[in-house]
């Protein structure tokens, strides 16, 4: 439909027909960078300035009142159903909690019980976190634990266990398909537990009609919710009064202030909150949701993965390796490329103004937020790429400094 | 030593000799408020509005730098480290991270893995979150689970398991007896989860040397964090080798930026670290903690039961029952009086700036936060309940009207 733009002329005349082009003035972004992390930490709407500002206001001038006459008591539930209109999900089956680990770890065990066998799978390329939940959740309930190759999964639903999935690779952004995946599972009993910290806020995801049930994800990637930003739950209103949260704490209860004995579950994704939500950060989550609020995620799918598809042309003319799938509907919003030298290469970038993510040995990650970049930036960004590599400039002793985290 | 003021000049004389009197500015307190929910909610430091406005700066202009360049990536241990020694425990023993719920979970479980007997008991009259979570660690791991009579705990340890016990009363203040607790549990192979959520920063609290070896506490309370503030885990550093984390996260990992497949944890209590922390939270509460700096916590503790002693002779000239010990050395910062009114007395003590809580059916709570609370000012308080109480003026439509959360 939209051929990959050949030019900088053709950049700019896809920005000037780019339907999201006016929420970048939703953001605030520093001066001279072209922001392509957004996978990894997407920057700070106005939003999430102005309800931490109010937030904080709050909490100063209305003290402990402010958990009921500033919505906080409610905060993560109305935080969930605006979040769940993102992901093709019902009022109700969404609830912003703790962390994509914590929240793993509970859906995972809550699936147990609802699944044909006991027993846990994960690929062995997942995102780590994913695979030390699963061997915890393990070791403590005596779940057998199976870690499958790559690409793994649909053939392991066949046992009818619980397998944690990406539905977006964090290293090749690949996609997997979920309605696929949940046919299989519910013709073998298997449930699964998707990961979403990747697809969220940048995948049109329509997770009720693809027939997904237990969903976690991150808020700080495409949604902007802010570093360490509380994560999500998402639960089908079909499957959540089967559920048990196996850390039930009193925001989860159906009467938190009845300070009952006993534990009554709220309904819905509610039943797996646990302990206090962060506020302050919650907040920050609240407000960064207006920069999405009317959005059509088919929208903001089609800038990603067109963002991504000009990215992999313009390397493939430099003669760089793409992890990621070149096919559009096959990959997620971020492009990973194998640079042997990433490490300096992502550092002489940083140097431009153009700022991207080293994953060791020899991968680097451009994440095309669609909300706040540009066509004709990613344009920009991969000219530099291109004068960084044809000059080697990477190769300078101040880019090769190491840093904690990259 | 010291007696209870008993008029207002000697309220006043206990001020102006008052070793804490100057930490009142760093508070950002409103006009004509008496607060007396700090055990509840704490008021913002203004070092924590500081710390929230630098986190803020550092997310739009370092963005994902900032992980680095800020300092977030160990936000969490340096907050842990400055905790412990509010609670007398060594640097490295205390992580920030997750809620409460979620660290007593972990910490029972990992616990019953080095107790003689696998089995879990709570009083029924804990807080409800940690029997809820007993329930559910119980659940998942086969544990039994025992609920035992209110003050039952020292009588259980006998039996080897793993007992959750707060370290102060939600409801009575009632302080529990760490060192002898933990004598008792040492010599039956019981382990202890101690939950200092209505202790710390208010006692002067002696970890390390009463032998407690795990304990999670909120730090939104007399640590004034923010709402939902993230909380902490204890763990000595003796114990903390041998202790696997049952939800093994990326941030409790000893190289998270390697992206192992395998989970090698860290050293001492950041093991119990799981997912990425909201880090605009913890940066309120780090700066939060800056009120408490070198502060003597002999002196806190000893303010705190001087509040409480004031409220407690004046309440009994009321001819008001307490729930809260009379003796200063068995009671927490805060003080529960009986009055079958409650409901109303509260919401009119509030109408002249006296800011308490109640909890059903009868209890009303005032929590004696030392740092910005002044005899003067609960002297002052004590008159407006005793007018109220008088004069009956509770007895008005407008005091009945019920919110959601008092």
Not at 110 to 135: G, N
Not at 307 to 335: F, K, N, W
């Amino acid at each position: 439909m939209n051929p990959v733009p050949n030019s900088r002329a053709e950049a700019l005349q896809r920005d000037a027909a780019d339907p999201l082009a006016q929420r970048r003035a939703l953001f605030d972004l520093p001066e001279g960078v072209t922001y392509l992390v957004g996978h990894s930490l997407g920057p700070p709407p106005k939003g999430a300035r102005e309800r931490m500002a109010a937030a904080q206001a709050d909490w100063a001038q209305g003290l402990v009142r402010s958990w009921n006459t500033a919505g906080w008591i409610d905060l993560a539930e109305r935080t969930g159903d605006r979040l769940a209109a993102l992901i093709g999900a019902e009022p109700g089956e969404v609830i912003v909690a703790d962390s994509v680990s914590v929240n793993l770890f509970k859906l995972a065990a809550a699936a147990l019980a609802q699944a044909r066998t006991y027993a846990l799978f994960v690929e062995e390329d997942e995102f780590p976190t994913d695979q030390y939940i699963a061997a915890g959740l393990g070791g403590l309930s005596g779940a057998e634990v199976r870690r499958l190759p790559a690409g793994g999964t649909f053939e392991a639903l066949k046992a009818g266990g619980v397998v944690i999935r990406s539905a977006v690779n964090y290293r090749s952004a690949e996609v997997a398909d979920i309605a696929a995946h949940e046919r299989e599972a519910k013709r073998h009993g298997a449930r699964i537990v998707w990961d979403l910290s990747h697809a969220t806020g940048v995948l049109d995801l329509k997770l009720g009609a693809d027939g997904a049930e237990l969903a976690a994800g991150c808020t700080y990637k495409y949604l902007n919710g802010g570093p360490g930003a509380p994560a999500f739950v998402y639960v089908s209103n079909a499957l959540a009064p089967k559920l048990a949260n196996p850390l039930p704490g009193w925001m989860g209860h159906a009467a938190p202030f009845a300070f009952d004995a006993n534990y009554a579950p709220r309904g819905g994704a509610a039943r797996f909150a646990s302990g206090t939500p962060p506020i302050l950060s919650l907040a920050a989550l609240s407000g960064a949701l207006e920069a999405l609020e009317g959005a059509d995620l088919a929208q903001v799918q089609a800038k990603a993965r067109a963002l991504g598809a000009l990215a992999l042309a313009r390397a493939q003319a430099m003669g760089l390796d793409a992890l990621s799938p070149l096919g559009d509907a096959r990959r997620g919003g971020h492009v990973s490329l194998r640079i042997p030298e990433g490490y300096p290469v992502v550092q002489a970038l940083a140097a431009r103004g153009v700022m991207a993510d080293f994953r060791a040995p020899d991968t680097v990650r451009f994440g095309f937020s669609p909300l706040f970049l540009t066509y004709t930036g990613v344009w920009d960004a991969a000219d530099a790429l291109a004068e960084i590599l044809a000059s080697k400039s990477w190769d300078q002793p101040q880019f090769h400094a190491r840093a904690k985290v990259t």
